[in-house]
């Protein structure tokens, strides 16, 4: 998918956050997310030998915290000048439970674009699918399969 201005923007915003912000090895990404209204909240990686949270998932929470609704666009962009880097598999998954629909910019700095989240996943996994009946404690049967 072809990059629009806003999605310039973005890469922008995330840019000057990693700019800004990191410069330890405890913030080393940095991420600005869009919502379908036009707002951005970005977020910085919390490095921990234990799996601190990405970038991403800390912009998530931001956006969570102000009361976003939808993210239409998210992009991670790394420190000392690294640019835009593409999201770790968790961050897929989050990305992809959380918001189906969300775009996210990846490539190289001459051939950047904003894809589905769908298309970073090859065999996407939904979480939601796979949740335990409260009921019964067994998963609950997807329509038109044996239960």
Known sequence: ???????????????????????????????AARTVDGRVFT????YHFTGGPCAE????????TQGAGELETIVAVGDRGR???????????VLLDYFPSIRVIVGPADALRAVPVAELLPTEYV???HQIDAGVGIPAPREGTAG
């Not at 806003?6 to 940095?30: G, I």
């Not at 977020?43 to 919390?46: C, L």
């Not at 800390?58 to 969570?64: E, I, N």
Request: a positive charge.
């Open 43 to 46: 977020g910085v990686n919390v």
């Open 83 to 93: 640019g835009v880097i593409p999201p770790c598999g968790r961050c897929r998954q």
């Open 127 to 129: 979480w939601a699918d």
């Open 1 to 31: 998918m072809t990059m629009r201005d806003t999605d310039r923007a973005l890469v922008q915003a995330a840019t000057a956050v990693a700019k800004l912000r990191c410069r330890s090895d405890n913030h080393t990404v940095a991420a």
């Open 57 to 64: 998932v800390v912009a998530v929470g931001a956006a969570a």
